[in-house]
């Protein structure tokens, strides 16, 4: 199996800087997308931010210009940098990766158990 873990989230005021960080550990053969997602009281699930191993990514439009995916591919790890963090930018933040677990096997997705992001103003 594949464990991804978050690690990163914490309070901070509005206009500050929180940067995520997701290792993927386990069984895995290859680790194609990592995300980050969001989910804040009441609301569903939402994709920040989207990485592929060649590094291309994509965000969602209301943290274009604030935040930054990255991933190290040698470390399994994926990151986000949040900069300009705004008090709706409040949620728990969780990273899925993409993996197979064998040459021949599938890709499924892997989820993380989430970190908490709170945003004062």
């Known amino acids: 199996q594949v464990q991804l873990v978050e690690s990163g989230g914490g309070s901070v005021q509005a206009g500050g800087s929180l940067r995520l960080s997701c290792a993927a550990s386990?069984?895995?053969?290859?680790?194609?997308?990592m995300g980050w997602y969001r989910q804040a009281p009441g609301k569903q699930r939402e994709l920040v931010a989207n990485?592929?191993?060649?590094?291309?990514?994509m965000y969602t439009d209301s943290v274009k210009g604030r935040f930054t995916i990255s991933r190290d591919n040698a470390r399994n790890t994926a990151y986000l940098q949040m900069n300009s963090l705004k008090p709706e930018d409040t949620a728990v933040y969780y990273c899925?990766?993409?993996?197979?677990?064998?040459?021949?096997?599938?890709?499924?997705?892997?989820w993380g158990r989430g970190t908490q992001v709170t945003v004062s103003s």
């Open positions: 899925k990766g993409v993996a197979k677990l064998e040459a021949g096997g599938p890709f499924k997705d892997y």
């Open positions: 386990g069984s895995v053969f290859s680790l194609n997308d």
């Open positions: 990485v592929i191993r060649d590094g291309s990514s």
